[in-house]
């Protein structure tokens, strides 16, 4: 804009009146909000007329903000000591604080023609820390107040968290104000001589650390390591709290961060070593508070997270030792009864469990290691193991443990009829089943275990000994929903669909007219046979049932039984063309009745009543050698062998069975 020479600019005739309300604003006196909005109207036209006085009006902004910031540093001055000192710096920031957010909205226009760029767009009051007014009072208030006293409030500062550490009352905001005073400039000024982060928080964590490096040492000797254990998870929660209140903790900085990561360096780090050195003693006591107190300052170690975490080794071993002892200390006990066997591993496997649940936080890594411990426990050959063949061709025999028999004869307990299962209800039982398939999970040789439940089920089913056909086929389905083979699974579902077809060929049988001629196994005193069937029929099929190498046993049926033979043979040809059945009388059992010489009668029915015996068709073709001789009549093996035609290892098997009961 072209001027007379006598004519005032507007600059000259504008600048007089937006400078008085300038200094009177940072003098903190009354400026009347009429003259403050007429403050914005004068700028702007100052600035939008007069390209030339920008940097002129930028200059005397500069004096009037430096005239007054050397008022403010007179008053802070003239403080005597550093709490004064820490008083006075905070009042007069506050003002000055409050000032550098207002002033720069009047000036905004002549941002544009400074050519500040603003970082961020939206609202006016974000882009303020990037006002060009703004950053010229922070770099006079850094250079004029704060950069001559600033290690002086720092220092001061940093007295005023240890005395509050050592337990004194402090006033707070005296801290606060020095650390939003240092990010405030940090982040506006742009004379860069010095940052928040390597002064402020820097000398915060130094002075953190070396109050507490000498007292945490003195506190172990005075207390020991397990009362500290309590002591460091409380001084690490105070110290993140007085870390979030003193330090700043905004997404520009890390501060609680970093201070946290010395704090662990401090108080857990330092006496790693005795911390996992006691964690062993714990786990033997089942300190369970200090177990978890343990956990909780290990993992914040950098690097002790998930399966580099030093407790899990310490753990394993720990699991692996205590049931190896357990169940050696029960052995001879254990090694006879499969139910003792079963729920000592229950017992262990819930302690572990719980110790985990509660301590750890079922934190995964700690699960893994528990199964992992669990799974040597259960596949250990050094306290119950059996030797089995490589494969089915091999002399080499390697050593298994015992655990899947176990399981499959503890299991067999519960489906058949037992004392056992006749003293819990079904929901007990499915439970214990339930356990039996928890534990099978960590068995290696799961096909061992499904060899011999196989023949638990094959032996209830034949002497129709199952306690509950549905609880049965419930397990069935259960191991398939374990993992089973498919193939093994499915063996055994047919076993019942071949049940149920030879029920229905039994009954067939003992419907036909040749039934009637049969006599009777069951011999009266009178040698008179005993009314009724007496003969059950289990036809069944071998691919399901028995093993393809199982070797034949052969045995002289007694002569009731040979009766038998040639009619169920022509009546299964009449029912299945080309079939052939096998004789597997090492699966057949019957009931032999024996009445003892003199044996008085029932007082009540005035009948002579039998002894009744249910043993196996190879023991009853060894007991009936002695059907027509006196029963004190010694035989010799070789007499007994060539009664019975049975092999030599079957007899002496069977005579030995027989001995056990006498």
């Known amino acids: 804009m ?23 604003f940072l003098n903190m006196e009354h400026v009347p909000q009429a003259e403050w909005v007429k403050l914005f109207e004068d700028v702007y036209q100052i600035i939008s007329w007069e390209d030339s006085c920008h940097e002129k009006m930028f200059l005397c902004l500069n004096d009037s903000i430096k005239s007054a910031i050397l008022k403010s540093q007179q008053r802070v001055m003239q403080s005597e000591d550093e709490t004064s000192l820490l008083k006075a710096y905070n ?80 006033n707070s905001s005296l801290v606060i104000g020095v650390r939003e005073s240092c990010v405030c400039l940090s982040a506006s000024s742009s004379t860069k001589q010095w940052s928040y982060v390597d002064h402020f928080e820097a000398a915060y964590i130094k002075s953190m650390a070396n109050y507490y490096k000498p007292r945490t040492t003195q506190y172990i000797n005075q207390h020991g390591i397990r009362a500290y254990l309590q002591y460091a998870r409380t001084k690490l929660a105070e110290e993140e709290a007085r870390a979030r209140l003193y330090l700043d903790s905004g997404p520009n900085f890390k501060s609680v961060e970093s201070v946290m990561e010395t704090c662990v360096e401090v108080f857990v780090v330092s006496f790693r070593d005795e911390i996992l050195g006691e964690f062993q003693k714990l786990l033997e006591e089942d300190a369970r508070e200090y177990l978890k107190l343990t956990h909780e300052l290990i993992r914040h170690v950098k690097g002790c997270e998930g399966e580099t975490n030093p407790l ?59 199964d992992k411990a669990y799974q040597r426990l259960v596949n250990d050959t050094t306290i119950f193991s059996i030797t089995m063949p490589d494969s089915t061709r091999s002399t080499t025999k390697r050593p298994e443990s015992r655990c899947p028999t176990l399981l499959a004869a503890y299991s067999d307990m519960l489906l058949r009829k037992s004392p056992m299962s006749r003293r819990l209800s079904q929901e007990e039982i499915l439970s214990r089943l339930k356990n039996v398939l928890l534990v099978l999970k960590y068995v290696n040789s799961k096909d061992l275990f499904l060899e011999s439940h196989k023949a638990h089920l094959m032996r209830r089913l034949i002497l129709e000994t199952s306690a509950d056909t549905e609880m049965e086929g419930t397990m069935v389905e259960k191991l398939r929903e374990a993992g089973m083979p498919a193939e093994l699974v499915n063996r055994l579902a047919r076993m019942f669909t071949d049940i149920k077809v030879s029920h229905d060929l039994t009954r067939d049988f003992q419907e036909t007219p040749a ?54 043979e022509k009546f299964y040809k009449a029912k299945h063309q080309g079939r052939q059945l096998i004789w597997q009388y090492h699966l057949c059992h019957g009931i032999l009745a024996y009445y003892p010489p003199n044996q008085p009668a029932d007082e009540t029915t005035n009948v002579v009543l039998p002894i009744e015996l249910e043993v196996t068709i190879l023991q009853i073709a060894v007991l009936l050698a002695w059907r027509y001789r006196d029963i004190t009549h010694k035989l010799r093996l070789d007499d007994l062998a060539t009664a019975t035609a049975m092999a030599d290892s079957e007899l002496r098997r069977t005579i030995w069975v027989n001995t056990l009961f006498t």
């Open 2 to 24: 072209l001027l007379s020479p006598n004519q005032e600019s507007v600059f000259q005739r504008r600048w007089p009146a937006v400078n008085d309300v300038v200094h009177r």
């Open 91 to 170: 009042h007069e920031w506050t003002l000055f604080s409050e000032k550098s957010e207002n002033l720069p909205n009047p000036f905004a226009p002549l941002d544009n023609f400074l050519g500040v760029k603003h970082k961020q767009s939206g609202p006016s009051k974000r882009k303020l820390k990037y006002s060009a007014v703004r950053k010229l009072m922070m770099d006079i208030w850094d250079v004029t107040v704060f950069e001559g006293i600033r290690q002086k409030l720092e220092d001061s500062a940093m007295k005023l968290v240890q005395d509050e550490r050592e337990g004194s009352m402090i």
């Open 515 to 568: 039934l009637s001629s049969v006599t009777s196994l069951i011999i009266t005193p009178d040698a008179s046979p005993s009314p009724g069937p007496l003969v059950s029929l289990k036809i069944l099929s071998c691919g399901t049932w028995l093993p393809r190498d199982l070797p034949r046993v052969s045995v002289a049926l007694p002569p009731e039984l040979e009766d038998y033979i040639p009619q169920i």
């Open 312 to 370: 899990l080794p310490i753990l394993e071993e720990y699991i692996w030792n205590t049931g190896s002892i357990e169940l050696n200390d029960n052995a001879e006990v254990i090694s006879k009864d499969a139910s003792k066997y079963v729920s000592t591993l229950m017992d262990l496997y819930n302690r572990f469990s719980s110790v985990i649940d509660e301590c750890f936080q079922n934190e995964f890594s700690f699960l893994t290691i528990r």
